[in-house]
């Protein structure tokens, strides 16, 4: 990506009130500047007038215009963020495809090393926070495997771009404040400030305002450093996070199961919430045949009748609130599974299917409330109210409500049949 400055030294300076501005001599040679081309240097102008005006709002928010003057010297026009807020590609991969990369012998690998490796300071955080330490390593996995990827964006000109030249201006301004506050706070320098080009910082990838609500000082050094090679502060503070989202020691994220014959499908759904005596009379079983662990839980079934079943527990919510995809809860519960030494998923899956597109998704709803059964709108996404059309759908028909929405129910809606 090339990045350059132009003339937001002279603009700041022009601002009242402006503490410590830019100054000519902090430019790029002039060799550099005549390398880029008219639109980068629109580009670049359009976020100088930006800054000019998000300034007041920002100062609003408390931030002092020292801080300001400093977090924005070098700023940037980042032009790879933009595209790639535009140009997002859908998420289409099946549940089963995602867990090959998700939890791979690799990144099992690496979790055990990483678990040897920073095994104190673990120890300390799982017991100060009550999370297990395998959790906490399998979201630092997910996240930026183990520390290797924790991005290279200025985060300041990653978020300032976005939020005047991408699609969700007020959430990217939101969180540009958050950061400038973090600055403020002194838990980082400008320029070590960095992270993915959404935003995203540190080993545990938090956004700023997640940061503001969660991250912590485990080391003592009067900073919450998420940035560093140190882990600590980023380990602990995910371990926060999950203990402040409804963590509840000692119980299981969800453990996965086989259901018996002719079992009632209609039982299933994130929503529907029985105690485990109640889920063992219905003749649900662990896999291993061990008891079901105490508590309320729900049936999932990711992938319908033909795929893994899995009850899950209040934890599986607190994983959400990290992370709100089914396929990022279930990929870090079993990565942490897997780190304690549990074996690989047992139920099979349907591999022969694809996910569907959104596009497909959105009709699919469309013709099940034409064919009189509401999904409660067309937006694209699979919820509890199409999971429910789906299944009254299937039962009425005489297959299997299960409430799996795939190609063959789609070509099926289609046909009318």
Do not use: C
Request: hydrophobic letters at 45%; charged letters at 20%.
């Amino acid at each position: 990506m090339r990045t350059f400055l132009l003339g937001l030294g002279l603009a700041l300076a022009a601002a009242p009130g402006m503490a410590d501005p830019v100054t000519v001599s902090q430019r790029p040679a002039a060799r550099a500047e005549a390398a880029v081309t008219e639109a980068e240097r629109a580009a670049q102008a359009g976020l100088e007038a930006w800054v000019i005006q998000f300034r007041p709002r920002a100062l609003a928010a408390g931030i002092r215009p020292a801080t300001f003057a400093a977090a924005f010297r070098d700023l940037r026009y980042d032009a790879d963020a933009v595209a790639r807020d535009r140009n997002q590609a859908e998420f289409n991969r099946t549940l089963w495809d995602y867990l090959d990369s998700a939890v791979s012998e690799t990144r099992i690998a690496g979790g055990r090393a990483a678990l040897v490796q920073h095994g104190a300071l673990l120890g300390r955080i799982e017991a100060r926070y009550g999370v297990p330490k395998e959790i906490v390593v399998a979201v630092w996995g997910m996240e930026t495997s183990y520390g290797t990827r924790r991005g290279d964006h200025p985060l300041v000109g990653a978020l300032a771009t976005l939020a005047h030249d991408g699609r969700r201006a007020r959430f990217f301004e939101e969180q540009l404040i958050a950061a400038l506050k973090i600055l403020d706070n002194g838990d980082v320098r400008p320029e070590a400030m960095t992270g993915s080009w959404a935003g995203a910082m540190g080993h545990t990838q938090f956004m700023p305002t997640s940061y503001l609500d969660f991250a912590v000082d485990f080391t003592g050094d009067g900073r919450r450093d998420i940035w560093s090679d140190d882990p600590s502060d980023a380990l602990a503070s995910t371990a926060a996070y999950l203990a402040k989202s409804g963590w509840r020691r000692g119980e299981p994220w969800g453990v996965e199961v086989r259901l018996p014959a002719g079992f009632d499908f209609a039982q299933s759904g994130k929503s529907l919430r029985q105690p485990a005596a109640r889920w063992e009379a219905l003749g649900v079983r662990r896999v291993d045949g061990s008891p079901l662990p105490a508590g309320e839980a729900a049936l999932l079934l990711p992938a319908g009748a033909q795929g893994a079943a899995f009850l899950i527990y209040p934890n599986f919510r607190a994983i959400a609130r990290y992370n709100p995809a089914d396929a990022y809860v279930i990929g870090v519960g079993h990565l942490a599974d897997r780190l304690k030494g549990a074996p690989a998923i047992a139920g099979g899956w349907p591999r022969g299917d694809r996910a569907l597109a959104s596009a497909e998704r959105t009709e699919l709803q469309r013709l099940l409330t034409a064919a009189g059964f509401d999904t409660g709108g067309a937006d694209g996404m699979i919820g509890p109210n199409t999971l429910s059309a789906l299944r009254a759908w299937q039962a009425a028909r005489g297959l299997v409500a299960d409430g799996y929405a795939n190609e063959a129910v789609l070509n099926r809606l289609r046909e009318g049949a």
